[in-house]
């Protein structure tokens, strides 16, 4: 099935300039950029986005990794999307991830971890609600379709 889920580049991403190498993982795997956006996350958006980490201890850390800098949030769609993208950006302990995932390749610590993306089709419909207008989210074909699908 068709899905689209909600990827985040985490601020560390941003400021270690991976935002193209690991957008690339996702076009070389064949799935489809829809929507991207740059943003400054506000305390209020980033609790509601982890609302349900509310009582961890690690909760007020990760509120100020997210908002500490610019995210680029997206929206990435393809078959099967939600699944495959949560195996291209591995565990999410980055020293448990396998190599060859991005947070396994490019990450060493669970509070700096690189990457979000979502874990179920109803966290996606939730987050790319948070995250974007349906405005912003482009519908097209891509020309290769054919080369990437039967
Ligand atoms: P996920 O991002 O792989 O879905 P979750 O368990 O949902 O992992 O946790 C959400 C985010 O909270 C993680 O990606 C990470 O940034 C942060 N986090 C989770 N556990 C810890 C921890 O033990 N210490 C610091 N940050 C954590
Ligand atoms: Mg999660």
Known sequence: MIQKSFVMMKPDAVQRRL???ILSRFEEKGLQIVAVKLMQIDEELAK???GEHAEKPFFPGLVE???SSPALAMVIEGEEAITTIRKLVGATNPLEADLGTIRGDYGMDTGRNII????SPASAEREIGL????D????Y????NNLIYE
């Open 19 to 21: 935002m193209g190498k």
């Open 116 to 119: 979000h993306a979502s874990d």
């Open 141 to 144: 074909q891509i020309v290769d």
């Open 136 to 139: 912003e989210i482009c519908d």
């Open 48 to 50: 509601t986005h982890y």
């Open 131 to 134: 995250f974007f207008d349906e």
């Open 65 to 67: 990794y997210i908002t």
